[in-house]
């Protein structure tokens, strides 16, 4: 096929094009690591997000998709055959982790009205210019918690597990679980138009949670996202309302659980916050408003919060409806608040930016969101990379160590004094893989 199309162009062209398409089929961008490929990378140093230190300088030898061995010192030598990668300056970290995305997700354009448009394959075909962004911001993990886009993140994670686009690892919730008429059922629109079966993740009554729990696993969800309270983007009322009832709530907790999936629970409002995590939900999701015995009940319980406050200037609120403006702007700033409290008592945080409701690939800004409410940086960043695999139960990443993944990303600056370092990355590599390099 390229003969042919290299024989209709002159000699010349022939020759510069002959050249560009030997650099685009050789680019070693997206290099394919394979189990006896062996790498070094040499670097300023490394964080250890455990110690909250920096480790100078670094040398870090990855075989196959795993970090083999983490040697602090310049001096080390590299196995013979070894492709060896100089980051100068740079310092390593471990690729961050994003419990809370919506990649196929985006307010853009007639967004309100999309899904009564557009089909799973537009939202997973939307994923994937996502997906890749995010990847390239330094998210090697993220978790899809579900957007009316049916199994478009499960086939967003098996195209990046092929190797057929590049993201991150994705833990897809596929539909999210809701009351008929609430937050993540599709609301705003006439009667007989997107109604919701259990299968669509609208579900009332024990009966139906059962099925929409066991339908999103069935279908390749790894995590369940249970809409226990209103929300800002839907058209039901009051936004912090509960929603779903303890029976409700307790039978999707256990049926989640008993399939080893873990569940989260999106929830602004003060009781049905309470009612998440006295069901045993894994994270509350935003905890806008938080009082002091939701406080209390989040230490008790041991549960993850996962607050997204997203970064000033990004969120566009005239692209919301009025009703939809009007919920904006009574939680946002209440959620700061509770925020605040909720770190000064030391609850569980794993970080999770709700990107989509902005602009994808931003997702590192809400580091200095946190650390400016009051989270000392070790902790902001602890809580996109340990706690972060914590709450998702993967023990194979979230720091760097021998036997790990080789997820892992490199920045300019020391991210312990300013967490803004993530904000411009200059390294990527997902097991491995380097998808981004100086
Ligand atoms: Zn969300």
Redesign the pocket.
Known sequence: MFQGLLGELTMKTRVVAGIALFIILTSSVTAIARADDVTVLRAAGYLNVVDGTIVRPATLVIQGDRIRAVHSGAGTTAPAGATEIDLADLILAPGLIDV?T?LTYEISGDWTNRFVRETEADAALRGAKNARRTLLAGFTTIRE?GAFAGGADVALMHAIERGDIIGPRIIPARQSISITGGHCDTTGFAPGVLEGRPEDGTADGVDEVLKAVRYQIKHGAKVIKICATAGVLSFEGPVGAPQYSMAELEAAVAEAHRHGVKIAAHAHGTEGIKMAIRAGIDSV?HGSLLDDEAIELLLEYDTYLVTNIYPPGVFNYDALPPLLRAKAEYVFPRREESFRRAVAAGVKMAYGT?AG?YEHGLNAQQLAVRVGLGMAPADAIRSATTGAADLLGVEDRGRIAAGLLADLIAVAGDPLADVKAFEDVRFVMKGGEIHLRP
């Open positions: 809370h919506h918690l999701e709700d409701v």
